[in-house]
């Protein structure tokens, strides 16, 4: 299947920084992304689709100012976490929708970021 | 929205024995159900999807049943093996939906525990 990186796999920071995670398509282009959180022992729950060129579409209870979704270019979506706390201390997951040479679309996931705000 | 529901949500079984997994779905319009096998601590992955248009779908020891009418979709996976063990996640995709298209909405998951 098709390859989504994602950066940094792991992620320790301090309350009230700022966390930048990075998530890219490497063999194929994604016009959408999408960003997920998972809690332990938990599903993964949506956050955010992101648009490439436009503005990301938020689901409901998600804060856009602290969760900044920036999709510049085809294969790059970036997920800011600002102003981190604790309570944001999760695994981060990106996604991304390839068509395949069958004319199916599948989705791909990156690997993960965990993030611990201490 | 889709609303789906994913049973049980654990499941241990003796090694070589099968393992059935249950998800039902509420939106109709629903046409692409993914299973994806997720190990602690690394990322979801693909192991067979099948859409509305076809009943059933194979790959060697796995296999996905749908039933449009009854609105529910199931992972088979034959002489379970212990590196089968994982939690499994059903998901459901419908039709394009303007901003939100073709989001994939989650099971909560059943961890399988194949036991040697």
């Known amino acids: 299947g098709a390859v989504v990186s994602q950066h940094p796999s792991r992620v320790i920071c301090k309350s009230g920084t700022s966390v930048k995670i990075e998530c890219r398509s490497l063999d194929f282009q994604a016009t959408t992304m999408f960003w997920y959180r998972q809690f332990p022992k938990q599903s993964l729950m949506l956050m955010a689709t992101?648009?490439?060129?436009?503005?990301?579409?938020?689901e409901q209870g998600v804060e856009k100012d602290k969760f900044l979704i920036n999709h510049a270019s085809l294969t790059l979506s970036t997920l800011t976490v600002t102003s981190a706390h604790p309570e944001d201390s999760s695994f981060y997951i990106c996604?991304?929708?390839?068509?395949?040479?069958?004319?199916?679309?599948?989705?791909?996931f990156g690997p993960g970021t965990r993030l611990t705000v201490l | 929205g889709e609303n789906v529901e994913q049973h049980p949500s654990t499941l241990s079984v003796q090694e070589g024995d099968s393992a059935v997994i249950k998800c039902t779905y509420s939106?109709?319009?629903?046409?692409?159900f993914p299973w994806y096998k997720q190990e602690l601590g690394k990322r979801p992955q693909l192991i067979i999807d099948i859409r509305s248009n076809v009943g059933e779908k194979k790959d060697q020891r796995i296999a996905v049943t749908l039933n449009k009418t009854a609105k529910h979709f199931s992972l088979h996976i034959t002489e379970t093996q212990p590196e089968d063990s994982a939690v499994y996640f059903c998901?459901?995709?419908?039709?394009?939906?303007?901003?939100?298209?073709?989001?994939?909405?989650f099971g909560k998951g059943t961890k399988l525990s194949v036991i040697p």
């Open positions: 998901a459901a995709s419908g039709a394009y939906s303007g901003a939100g298209s073709y989001q994939l909405t």
């Open positions: 939106d109709s319009a629903s046409n692409y």
């Open positions: 996604s991304a929708r390839d068509w395949t040479s069958g004319g199916t679309v599948k989705q791909f």
């Open positions: 992101s648009n490439e060129g436009s503005k990301a579409t938020y």
